[in-house]
């Protein structure tokens, strides 16, 4: 009987208990959405990496939209605030997750979609035929009677072997170079940028340095990190040691960028077409007081000339596409340029 009645007032201890505590999580003030906000200036001012590239005054950003919070905002209304906050930095890997929105750099899609120099219908009828090749997540074919390979990438989250390379590269003996169009490229998988370059002349040159946010202050940063190239063995018959040129647009972003900037450390390859989206911070994640998750970059990437072209790349040989040639004549004049520049 004694047992009974502690095992009947421990119930009922740990039932008030929990009570309490939902009771506490529904009034809890940190979820309000003063607090909400605040909460989020604050973690980007300490963890965010890149305000050194995007000159935007995060004080000032506080100061302006703090005003437009108070307590008995909708969640909807908070929303539109502090999103205008994340989209300040013209960030594609910073985000806001909700139940019913998300938020993402709008200055960054736009270029996606208004500056975008590619037509891929062209690139598929007029140059590769509807009988290409696929060879893992490579379209390709032969160019200029197969003097020149073509190959296109989509995206690097498109999965490829290096056997699937060297695979592709023994299907053109003749090739005198190649044209690796990435335009439009989203980024993916960084891994793929590597076997990619397994494939060029390498002894292991440094690719790029990269360094994670490390306290509170704008400039605190860890160490500088070195990625390597894949080192590659001189007698490998497989490596491509003629000119490459590589496409690329606004719409390279992230990985696209990343394989970008490798490109300086090779003496073959080529850049050509418009200044990339950038994006070669790392993202990581959190959750603020009231359930949302948010995207921050938390580190940056320096290129082997010491540059951060978080916002972008710029190409070796700057050329847009003629959409007007594209229309009349259907033909891609990046293409067409790159090609005259192999054969010569």
Excluded at 53 to 59: L, Y
Excluded at 216 to 224: T, Y
Aim: with cysteine; charged share 15%; aromatic share 10%.
């Amino acid at each position: 009987m004694k047992q009974t009645i502690i095992v009947f007032l421990v119930s009922c201890l740990l039932f008030s208990t929990t009570s309490c505590e939902k009771a506490l999580m529904a009034d809890d003030i940190s979820a309000l959405p003063t607090s909400t906000f605040s909460h989020l200036w604050k973690k980007f001012d300490q963890q965010y990496s890149m305000f050194d590239v995007k000159g935007v005054d995060w004080n000032a950003m506080y100061d302006s939209l703090y005003p437009l919070v108070n307590d008995s905002m909708s969640a909807d209304s908070l929303f539109v605030v502090c999103a205008s906050l994340l989209n300040s930095l013209h960030d594609g890997h910073v985000n806001l997750y909700t139940p019913y929105d998300v938020s993402r750099s709008d200055s960054i899609y736009y270029d996606f979609y208004t500056e975008s120099d590619i037509d891929v219908n062209t690139v598929v009828l007029n140059y590769m035929g509807i009988d290409y090749h696929m060879t893992g997540g490579l379209a390709h074919a032969g160019l200029c009677g197969d003097s020149v390979i073509y190959i296109r990438y989509g995206s690097f989250s498109n999965s490829v072997g290096t056997d699937q390379l060297r695979h592709l590269l023994r299907s053109y003996p003749n090739a005198k170079g190649m044209i690796f169009d990435i335009r439009g490229n989203g980024g993916g998988n960084v891994a793929n940028i590597h076997r990619f370059l397994s494939l060029m002349p390498s002894h292991g040159q440094p690719l790029y340095y990269s360094q994670i946010k490390a306290g509170p202050a704008h400039g605190d940063f860890s160490s500088l990190q070195t990625t390597y190239a894949p080192t590659v063995s001189s007698a490998d018959t497989d490596i491509f040691t003629r000119p490459v040129i590589v496409l690329i647009d606004r719409g390279c972003f992230s990985a696209a960028s990343s394989f970008a900037i490798c490109t300086q450390a090779y003496d073959n390859i080529t850049l050509m077409g418009d200044t990339t989206s950038g994006g070669l911070g790392m993202p990581s994640t959190g959750v603020l007081p009231n359930g949302w998750r948010y995207r921050i970059t938390v580190t940056r990437t320096l290129a082997l000339d010491g540059r951060n072209y978080e916002n972008g790349v710029p190409p070796d040989i700057p050329l847009r596409l003629d959409w007007e040639k594209v229309r009349q004549e259907g033909r891609d004049n990046i293409i067409d340029s790159a090609c005259a520049i192999l054969m010569r």
